[in-house]
C-alpha cells in the first residue's frame, strides 16, 4: 500500500498545494523525520520480523485508525482524499491483516 497508494496520494495533496513532485523530493528532512525512518530503519536491519513490526505498528495502524473515525465525523473537507484513503477498504484490510 505504501508505493502504490500512500506515495500517490501524499504527492498529490502536495502538488495540490502547489508544491511541485521536484519540490517535495528536494525537501530536506526534518530532524524528527529522519530519527523516525532510521529506526524503522534500523529495526528492519538489525532486528527480526516482529522488530520491524512493531517499530511501524504506530504509524500504520494509527493512520488506519484516524481515517476511519474520520469517514464518519468528516464531513465535506479538503482532506476528503486522504480521509478515504485511509479510512477506506484498501487501508482497513491492510490494517486488520498487520
Keep these: 500500500m ?3 497508494v ?3 496520494l501524499h504527492v498529490r495533496v ?5 508544491i511541485s513532485r521536484e519540490e517535495l523530493e528536494a525537501t530536506q528532512e526534518a530532524p524528527e523525520n529522519l530519527a523516525y525512518t532510521r529506526y524503522v530503519l534500523e529495526a528492519g536491519y538489525s532486528g527480526d520480523y516482529l522488530s520491524l513490526l512493531a517499530a ?7 493512520y488506519g485508525e484516524i481515517g476511519a473515525r474520520l469517514m ?12 478515504e484513503t485511509y479510512g477506506g477498504e484498501e487501508c482497513q484490510k491492510a490494517c486488520r491483516d498487520f
Design 2 to 4: 505504501l508505493l502504490h
Design 6 to 8: 500512500e506515495m500517490a
Design 14 to 18: 502536495c502538488e495540490e498545494a502547489g
Design 56 to 62: 511501524l505498528a504506530p504509524c500504520a495502524l494509527g
Design 72 to 83: 464518519v465525523e468528516a464531513g465535506d473537507t479538503p482532506y476528503r482524499d486522504w480521509i
